[in-house]
Nanobody, 115 residues
Framework: QVQLVESGGGLVQAGGSLRLSCVAS????????VGWYRQAPGNQRELVAT???????NYADSVRGRFTIFRDNAKNTVYLQMNSLKPEETAVYYC?????????WGQGTQVTVSS
């Protein structure tokens, strides 16, 4: 089993920045695909960004150039740096780890962007 704990969400004005963190309960972030997803009320969960075990990153078109996903293997932590935030990006942000054929999700962290 893997537990994931997200943090770093909060209230920010449009154009502001936040850094989300996802800490895994064991040393898997370096050998797994890790992703950030978000879900706004009434919407489906959508992919924001992923980072592979080899370090390859992938971003949704809507966030490319403003968000950066990166990890610290020594801390079993994956981060999502979010810049130039927009009100429509208000959502619960979730961390996901896919490893060994299984998906693991954190509890989510709320991000609210005010206009």
């Amino acid at each position: 089993q893997v537990q994931l704990v997200e943090s770093g969400g909060g209230l920010v004005q449009a154009g502001g920045s936040l850094r989300l963190s996802c800490v895994a309960s064991r040393n898997i972030v370096s050998i797994s695909r890790v992703g950030w997803y978000r879900q706004a009320p009434g919407n489906q969960r959508e992919l924001v960004a992923t980072i592979s075990s080899g370090g390859t990153t992938n971003y949704a078109d809507s966030v490319r150039g403003r968000f950066t996903i990166f990890r610290d293997n020594a801390k079993n932590t994956v981060y999502l740096q979010m810049n130039s935030l927009k009100p429509e990006e208000t959502a619960v942000y979730y961390c996901n780890v896919y490893t060994g054929g299984s998906d693991y999700w954190g509890q989510g962290t709320q991000v609210t962007v005010s206009s």
